[in-house]
């Protein structure tokens, strides 16, 4: 199993529409996430950290946090044709305080 | 500066040469790392500052890399006789305070490496 996983898309959502995006982690110790956007050719763009389980808004964005299931999710409402990117989840594991450690990304397309 | 500065943001250099990646942190951000991006992968982890010394370089493929920072600011990566394999982009990142509480770390642009 990886260390942490994503599925790779891509997502084609609407635009409007509510886009989630998904991620899963092996170690049971972490306590950092991140989600990171990244257009193409750009290096990632920190958009969403959470540290507690439950729920974080930002926007239109809201990341959900589960570490029973070791789960994490970001869910992009009225999603705009701008927001078309690869997201990367990214997790500080247990055992670090400093290394991140990401996902393949998600790429998302949201069409006009 | 105002962000992180990456230089080159493209070098082009043929299998077996030497190359210098360049990494100019946010002032006074005392933790810089490096990470290594390939095609459709996520940022993969190299080495890890705190001010002038390696405190972490357990993400460094092999001995042709190096990495120092020797006034605790600026970071030079090197590698050594470089395969194509090595072609990736290089990305630096640095933050005020490691892991949780630094917000996650701000990316600078980014070297693209190709090795031909």
């Known amino acids: 199993q990886k260390e942490v996983e994503q599925n790779s898309g891509p997502l084609s959502v609407p635009e409007g529409a509510i886009a989630s995006l998904n991620c899963t982690y092996s170690?049971?110790?972490?306590?950092?996430f991140f989600w990171y956007r990244q257009y193409s050719g750009k290096s990632p763009e920190l958009i969403m950290s959470?540290?507690?389980?439950g729920d974080k808004e930002d926007g239109r964005f809201t990341a959900q946090l589960n570490k029973a299931s070791q789960y994490v999710s970001l869910l992009i409402r009225d999603s705009q044709p701008s927001d078309s990117a690869t997201y990367l989840c990214?997790?500080?594991?247990?055992?670090?305080?400093?290394?991140?450690?990401f996902g393949k990304g998600t790429l998302l397309t949201v069409n006009p | 500066g105002a962000g992180v500065s990456q230089t080159p943001s493209n070098k082009v250099t043929e299998k077996g040469k030497y190359v210098e990646l360049r990494c100019d942190p946010i002032s006074g951000h005392t933790a810089l790392y490096w990470y290594r991006q390939s095609l459709g992968q996520g940022p993969e982890f190299l080495i890890y500052f705190q001010g002038t010394g390696a405190a972490d370089d357990s993400g460094l493929p092999n001995d042709r890399f190096f990495a120092v920072r020797p006034e605790g600011s600026v970071s030079t990566l090197k590698i050594q006789r470089t395969e194509r394999g090595d072609s990736a982009v290089y990305l630096c990142a640095s933050s005020s305070q490691p892991g949780q509480g630094a917000g996650g770390y701000t990316f600078g642009s980014g070297t693209r490496l190709t090795v031909v």
């Open positions: 170690d049971r110790g972490s306590q950092s």
């Open positions: 959470i540290y507690s389980n």
């Open positions: 990214a997790v500080i594991l247990g055992g670090s305080n400093y290394k991140l450690t």
